[in-house]
């Protein structure tokens, strides 16, 4: 495994305590090796020891010291610009060494853990020092953190330019979100139940809610946050992933572009919003003053003092299709919520009140179907019970199901799984390019408004509220409410 960007916070956090973690479930080869690649002049026995130190502090249980020693005798590291041909040598001459003194066997991945901007510059580098070639046998992948482009112009221009080094089965753009094992659960729970995919339509289901809310700010990453905001941080790939996995037809198998093609098919339905369509279905807010130790977001580090980036997003979009017509999705994501939660909610449909005209009964709870993603994972079902007593009550009962107390607790940073799939060349989990491309479709034309007619009244939600009161507009104008979560 090459890390470019090895020095960096995603290499310490997540990258090291997932290979920890794999290694603890034996679930790596002992044919493994790591080389880094980055900016900082430091040496192999400088990075080594700075990782001892980091993995104390970030690994999500303690690492034995063995396990420990053994990476440490398979950790490498190189300095040197990205930019420079006189790096991709020295990383070429050291995966030589690799390969001989651990019998890697040629096999390897590159883990872009860099800003991107850098993401075309190391894949062209890569491909001219000829480290991207398939040959006897063996396999070379790369892997390419989000975001993937920061509009559709630009997400169209990085896959032509990385298929210039790459083929389309060698390139892994990863959403770490889609390790959590709830997400994956979704397309279990759907397909291995009787009882779910019949009713999984547009005759029983009202309406889709998914909602992914942190209570922090932007905290240090206030200049990225700047040319980004939480539309295109969040919408076109965490959310969209969750989405199509929600909304998708069933796939003939669980190879990868069964279920891929799946996915697009249903981002590819998904209505572009016109104009007047952005004005009224797309909500934007931005969060103010919470008091001297949570600023608001105009005076986070790195942001402009009359800044319009906006913190929150509430989106109702329409999915064109036998299933899904006439069935709202809406979405939302925010920073500094009350609440740090990911989820989807599916809401069923009312049932007939004539049976409990002449009852006490005033109203039906309708059923709720919540798969919990993070940071608690499970699945809880709402349904109506008889309240117990000579009058008939009825009241709303959850059965809830959770990793925890099912399973047991598995520390996890969601990228194992992850990296186990891209060792395995299984691609399921992982973006494609026309995935990619048509997810920027539904987004560029709320870019294109937003970019004409900047935000007028922000900051216009408080701190650790669930956003701008726009965004409860936007449900009840439609006869809906956002779910609970206090």
């Excluded at 900082?40 to 010291?65: C, G, H, M, N, W």
């Excluded at 890569?126 to 390419?144: F, K, S, Y």
Aim: net charge neutral.
């Amino acid at each position: 495994m090459v890390i470019f960007g090895a020095s960096g916070d995603l290499t310490k956090r997540k990258l090291i305590p997932a290979l920890c973690n794999l290694a603890q479930a034996q679930l790596l080869p002992r044919q493994f090796a790591i080389i880094g690649v980055s900016a900082s002049p430091i040496s192999t026995d400088d990075f080594r020891k700075q990782l001892t130190e980091d993995v104390k502090q970030y690994a999500t249980s303690p690492v034995p010291a063995d396990v420990w020693q053994w990476f440490l005798e398979r950790i490498y590291y190189i300095a040197g610009n990205f930019q420079d041909p006189g790096t991709y040598g020295r990383l070429k001459l050291q995966l030589e060494l690799v390969d001989k003194d651990h019998a890697t066997q040629g096999n390897r991945f590159f883990y872009l853990a860099v800003a991107p901007k850098f993401f075309s510059e190391i894949i062209r580098q890569l491909g001219t020092a000829r480290l991207t070639q398939e040959q006897d046998g063996h396999w070379r992948r790369v892997i390419v953190e989000k975001p993937f482009g920061h509009d559709l112009d630009s997400a169209r221009r990085l896959n032509r330019e990385i298929k210039e080094a790459l083929q389309e089965h060698q390139i892994y753009r990863i959403d770490h979100y889609l390790g959590k094992e709830t997400v994956q659960n979704v397309l279990v729970f759907r397909f291995s139940n009787s009882i779910a995919e019949p009713l999984w339509n547009r005759s029983y289901i009202d309406h889709v809610q998914i909602t992914a809310s942190e209570t922090v700010g932007v905290e240090h990453r206030g200049g990225y946050y700047e040319t980004s905001g939480a539309l295109r941080d969040m919408i076109p790939n965490h959310l969209f992933q969750l989405l199509s996995l929600t909304a998708m037809e069933p796939p003939i198998s669980f190879e990868a572009d069964a279920v891929r093609n799946k996915q697009a098919e249903v981002l590819q339905a998904i209505q572009p919003p016109s104009p007047e369509e952005v004005l009224t279905n797309m909500v934007r807010g931005q969060y103010g003053d919470g008091g001297p130790d949570l600023k608001a977001y105009r005076d986070e580090p790195d942001v402009d003092p009359e800044s319009n980036t906006e913190t929150f997003v509430a989106l109702k979009l329409s999915i064109d299709n036998w299933r899904w017509g006439g069935v709202p999705f809406y979405l939302r994501t925010g920073k500094r919520m009350p609440k740090r939660t990911t989820e989807i909610a599916v809401q069923f449909r009312r049932t007939p009140f004539v049976l409990f005209r002449n009852t006490t009964v005033q109203d039906l709870e309708t059923n709720r179907l919540v798969i919990h993603i993070q940071p608690e994972e499970g699945i809880s079902l709402q349904f109506g019970a008889k309240i117990p007593g000579p009058v008939m009550k009825i009241g709303p009962v959850n059965m809830n199901f959770d990793y925890l107390s099912n399973f047991g607790k598995s520390g996890s940073t969601g990228y194992e799984r992850l990296f186990y799939d891209c060792m395995m060349g299984d691609a399921t989990l992982f973006q494609r390019a026309d995935m990619v491309e048509a997810s920027w479709k539904v987004i560029q034309p709320v870019l294109d408004v937003w970019k004409a007619l900047p935000g007028r009244d922000f900051p216009n939600y408080e701190t650790s509220s669930w956003g701008p009161k726009s965004a409860f507009d936007l449900l009840k104008r439609d006869g809906r409410e956002w779910r609970a979560m206090d």
